[in-house]
Structure formats: structure tokens, C-alpha cells
């Protein structure tokens, strides 16, 4: 695998090609993905992906199914972003 480098991390592989924006992008989603969250059963941050959607603890071997990228929910409801909206007028 190409080695990435600090500012373009694992993106760096794609080189000049797609664009920065997309580049970005896909770091920040491969940094979210890789790193270790809470365990909602044992609250250690000993969870890892081991498919799209399977989440493994590897303290207390809980597997459960969330989002592709990342166990935390991060969809805002319409209520929530009406209420962000009034906040920022």
C-alpha cells in the first residue's frame, strides 16, 4: 500500500487524483473508521469495525450493528436542525 503522508493521511494513495475536497473527505471518513469507540455494554473504548456495520468490543467480545463508518449516530432529526436554525438567526 502507498505510504500516505501527514497532511493527506491515508487519502494520500489516490495522489493528485479526484480532487481535494473528495480527498478530504475521505480521510476524515477512514480516520473515524479506524479509530477505537465506547463500548455501549462495558463503556471502554475498545470498539473496532470489523464489517460495514458490525461494531466488535474487544473487551467484553459485544457485537452489535450501527452506522457503516462510525457506532455513534450523528442524524439530526428535522426538529433538531429547525432548532439550530432559530439559534443562529
Known amino acids: 500500500m502507498a505510504k500516505g503522508t501527514v497532511k493527506a493521511g491515508t487519502a494520500g494513495r489516490y495522489g493528485a487524483r479526484y480532487g481535494v475536497v473528495v480527498r478530504k473527505l475521505t ?30 468490543c474487544g473487551r467484553c467480545d459485544t457485537k452489535f450493528a450501527a452506522a457503516s463508518y462510525s457506532p455513534v449516530k450523528k442524524n439530526i432529526t428535522a426538529e433538531e436542525a429547525a432548532e439550530k436554525k432559530e439559534e443562529s438567526k
Open 27 to 56: 480521510r476524515d471518513i477512514e480516520k473515524t473508521e479506524r479509530a477505537r469507540h465506547e463500548c455501549p455494554t462495558c463503556h471502554h473504548m475498545s470498539v473496532k469495525r470489523t464489517a460495514s456495520g458490525i461494531w466488535e
